[in-house]
Nanobody
Framework: QVQLVESGGGLVQAGGSLRLSCAASGRSFSSLAMGWFRQAPGKEREFVAAITWSNDNTYSADSVQGRFTISRDNTKNTVYLQMNSLKPEDTAVYYC???????????????????WGQGTQVTVSS
């Protein structure tokens, strides 16, 4: 079992930055691919970014490329999402997810992930 706890959400003006953190416990973090998803009211959950467990390759959605960066620190069992140049359309609840030994080509799918955090709200005002 893996427990995931997100933090770092909040209210920010358009053009601002936030850094989300997700702390994992309960299993070897280095064997977990980690992803960030988001869900806005009335919309489906969508992929934001992911990082592999094996070689730290990263993937991100077209809508956030060049603005958001995912990274991980295996010594702290934590994954981060640095969000810059935020836009009002980035407003959503952001979820951290963990996939045990997940392979790269599946990281954009919510069904790939075995564990989910409770979510943290990010609100970007115009």
């Amino acid at each position: 079992q893996v427990q995931l706890v997100e933090s770092g959400g909040g209210l920010v003006q358009a053009g601002g930055s936030l850094r989300l953190s997700c702390a994992a416990s309960g299993r070897s973090f280095s064997s977990l691919a980690m992803g960030w998803f988001r869900q806005a009211p009335g919309k489906e959950r969508e992929f934001v970014a992911a990082i592999t467990w094996s070689n730290d390759n990263t993937y991100s959605a077209d809508s956030v490329q060049g603005r958001f960066t995912i990274s991980r620190d295996n010594t702290k069992n934590t994954v981060y999402l640095q969000m810059n140049s935020l836009k009002p359309e980035d407003t959503a609840v952001y979820y951290c997810a963990a996939g045990l030994l997940a392979i790269s080509r599946t990281l954009q799918r919510p069904s790939t992930y075995n564990y989910w955090g409770q979510g943290t709200q990010v609100t970007v005002s115009s």
